[in-house]
């Protein structure tokens, strides 16, 4: 990167140039707003085609939405991305299952799975190309004085910056979030989750499958290459046991999970492992600050919903800052920051609520409940009206969206 000023002033200071805040950067920035990002770490610019990045995201059509009026979508396709038609979604203690399809609500598909390396070049790309954007890299934070009156930082090289507001961005150990003291509510599941890319014997035909087991959910998202990424939540011991075998007898173990859903698991990439948990700040906004994204919240990935959160954390917040611009409101000030609590702490919270239900729904050995809810997969199943208005709403198609995930409203 380009040598920077030891004095830098700004209208948003983003700490963390990963997915989230890189695109609330570049929404910012293309409102006009002066923009410094402070990030520890350059994305990866290229990469061997045939390798699949280890963590991917389902992408929704309102966090695609959002990605395209960035003008990103472009050339994420470039690189990879990865629409899936279809989801199958079943019970391995019963024969409930429900399946959706994009053609019964007319969509092209569902979603994407996206390499979250792909998003975040195409997002680091973008920064560098507008010209009210400062990026400075590699660099983190070291202090920080946040109040209504506006923010000082000083950063680990030294380099001071004034700035009207700080976003917290930099993930699940958020230094902002700590520096500024804001605890979280939530707790640890006990499940950790492995991920892979691996390949199936029989091609997954776009469409992604999970199958809920008692220690916890194993995902297979498509890949267009023909391969798949998986998601294997189990309690800890057994994903220790996993982690440890060789390749051969891990894609035996997968095939014997997966109920051969695609056949023999004939080979599997790198392994990663990281342990569950729920959480949810106590505040997402303090005089001077807020947070967005994975340092405001986290959930369990049965769903693929973490990163599309935190894109329309972004979005929210950009419509709040947009408006209070308008307003003569200051950036800073709480009475402009608790318009952009109001409008996600509580959706968060639903959703983050909506999926812990879910995991305890499906992981409990009760007979009568498991019954109980392959009795409702089913039903849901043969409920039309009910099984498009709940896929309508995972893609972001209904509901209050901020004005960067809507069709032609940016």
């Not at 408006?323 to 003569?328: F, M, S, V």
Request: with cysteine.
């Amino acid at each position: 990167m380009a040598e920077q000023s030891n004095q830098i002033q700004c209208d948003v200071l983003v700490a963390g140039g990963g997915m989230v805040g890189a695109a609330l950067a570049c929404a910012l920035a293309e409102r006009q707003f002066s923009v410094v990002v402070v990030e520890l770490k350059e994305p990866a610019h290229d990469w061997p085609g045939d390798e699949v990045d280890l963590r991917v995201s389902a992408l929704t059509r309102a966090s695609e939405q959002i990605l395209r009026n960035l003008g990103v979508w472009e050339r994420m396709a470039e690189l990879r991305i990865s629409p899936y038609r279809e989801m199958l979604v079943w019970d391995a203690g019963g024969r409930g299952s429900i399946h959706f399809d994009a053609a019964e609500i007319g969509e092209p598909d569902l979603g994407h799975i996206v390499e979250n390396r792909i998003t975040q070049l195409a997002l680091w790309e973008k920064l560098g190309a507008l010209e009210s954007v400062q990026r400075i890299c590699p660099d983190s934070i070291s202090s920080m004085d946040t109040a209504e009156s506006g923010c000082r930082v000083v950063l680990k090289s030294g380099v001071k910056i004034e700035a009207a507001l700080v976003v917290g961005a930099e993930g699940a150990k958020s230094s902002v979030r700590d520096i500024a003291a804001i605890t979280s509510s939530g707790w640890a599941y006990d499940q950790h989750a492995i991920v892979a890319t691996i390949w199936p014997e029989q091609h997954h035909g776009d469409v992604a499958r999970q199958r809920f087991m008692p220690q916890g959910p194993l995902a297979f998202l498509p890949i267009d290459n023909g391969c798949c990424s998986i998601v294997w939540s189990t309690s800890p011991q057994e994903a220790e046991q996993l982690m440890a075998l060789d390749d051969e007898s891990f894609c035996k173990a997968l095939t014997q999970a997966s109920e051969r859903m695609l056949g023999d698991v004939t080979r599997v990439g790198p392994r990663g492992v990281f342990p569950l948990r729920l959480r949810n700040a106590d505040h997402y906004v303090k005089p001077g600050l807020a947070l967005v994204g994975d340092a405001a919240h986290g959930i369990h990935p049965l769903a693929g919903q973490g990163v599309n959160l935190g894109f329309l954390d972004a979005a929210a917040l950009v419509d709040v800052l947009v408006e209070a611009r308008e307003h003569g409101r200051a950036l800073s000030s709480m009475a402009t920051l608790r318009r952009y609590e109001r409008a996600r702490k509580g959706a968060n919270i639903a959703m983050l609520g909506a999926m812990d239900g879910f995991k305890r729904l499906f992981s409990n050995r009760n007979l009568p409940l498991a019954l109980l809810r392959n009795l409702g997969l089913s039903l849901a199943d043969a409920a039309g009206p009910i099984k498009q208005l709940i896929t309508r709403r995972a893609l972001g198609l209904v509901g209050e969206l901020p004005k960067l995930a809507r069709r032609g409203g940016w």
